[in-house]
């Protein structure tokens, strides 16, 4: 992991300490300071670039929330000289679109970085659907827990890395199993600190659901608990996310 890159500002350099040392800081006091840099002028967007380019090709790097926030800020740019570079250099977006089973996971990212959650939500689904009829030779438009199993922990994590990194770290499994931890695995807590259960009481698909970045950590995305726990507990156990 790098330390330092050549010519940083001083604002600059405490972001590369906070990002290269997670543990020490909020994503809340990161995502001020990246925007702090990104309105301050055009050398400050170019070193923004600079240091999202280097944790981008570090492959002990793992992006993340933080880097989603510098690279869609970048994206939109009023510097056309900067968007041109972003163009240039993240013509797929930052995250990797792997997948074992010749899935195309692009439809989503847009959807993600256009924060189209609703309708991401749904393809996310319709994708994971998608991955255990390839893979279950069977049409069914629904998960069973004991189709999890089969399903490629690549194409997990390209799915669940797209949601953290277009949400700022908010929403995606692996935010959700972190939750559901720190709620020592109990279900009701679970529901209610995400956002899926208030006041004790279910809320309603769709509308008493939240499609923004307003929403409570791991609100999304959705899995219907009216079924029961068993897929989203089979995905939390999966090898993507131990």
Not at 166 to 186: E, P, T, Y
């Amino acid at each position: 992991m790098f330390n330092e890159i050549e010519n940083l500002d001083d604002d600059c350099q405490v972001l590369l300490d906070l990002l290269n040392h997670k543990e020490d800081s909020s994503l809340s006091q990161k995502a001020n300071l990246i925007n702090h840099i990104y309105l301050k002028d055009t050398e400050s967007q170019h070193q923004l670039l600079r240091i999202l380019l280097i944790r981008y090709r570090d492959y002990e790097i793992d992006i993340d929330g933080t880097d989603g926030m510098i690279f869609e800020l970048l994206l939109q740019s009023d510097i056309p000289a900067v968007r041109a570079e972003v163009a240039k250099y993240f013509k797929e977006g930052i995250v990797q679109l792997n997948s074992d089973c010749g899935i195309d996971y692009l439809p989503l990212q847009k959807l993600l970085l256009a924060k189209r959650f609703q309708e991401a939500d749904t393809l996310t689904h319709a994708l994971l659907c998608n991955l255990s009829q390839v893979l279950g030779d069977h049409t069914r438009q629904w998960l069973y827990f004991t189709d999890i199993g089969k399903l490629p922990a690549v194409d997990l994590h390209t799915i669940d890395k797209l949601w953290l990194v277009h949400s700022g770290g908010l929403f995606g499994l692996s935010v959700q199993k972190q939750i559901w931890l720190s709620a020592n695995s109990n279900w009701e807590k679970f529901w209610s600190k995400i956002g899926w259960k208030v006041n004790n009481v279910n809320c309603r698909y769709p509308q008493e659901f939240v499609w923004d970045v307003s929403a409570p950590a791991g609100h999304l995305p959705l899995f219907n608990q009216l079924r029961g726990v068993q897929v989203l507990a089979a995905l939390f156990n999966h090898p993507a996310f131990l």
